[in-house]
């Protein structure tokens, strides 16, 4: 069998490190500008929602979170009818890094798709997500504290 995850991996890893040294320069590291992304393309989501998105449990989204609040790329405003619920939205600072983001994005996608025809893209789009589809049964299940039996 092909080590498929291990090249979707490298993939991934790859990706966040070169995201990671260019978003130096407007102060976001270590992966937070999965999270700034998502809160701007999903205003008010909660918190939970996100980190199940990002596929992170919520201990790792809360201090992504509470760290872009610091940086003032975030805020939190209460829900209108329950006051516990917390909802994100990006701040003016937020809402100025998202077509950096977004545009470094386009741009990981191009290149990364580069040489396969729409036709091929398409299909590699479909397979991965049912790939993670795939996945995400087995994070659900072990997100609850179960264990995979091998």
Known sequence: MRE??????????ALDSISNIEFKEIDLTKGQYLYLVRIYENPGIIQEKLAEMIKVDRTTAARAIQKLEMQG???KRDDEINKKI??????????????ILKREGDHSNAVALAGLSEAEAETLHQLLQRVRKNVEVDWEYVKKGNKREY
């Open 4 to 13: 498929i995850l291990r090249e979707v991996g490298m993939i991934a890893r």
């Open 73 to 75: 790329f975030i805020e």
């Open 86 to 99: 917390k909802r994100l939205y990006t701040t003016d600072k937020g809402a100025q890094a998202y077509p």
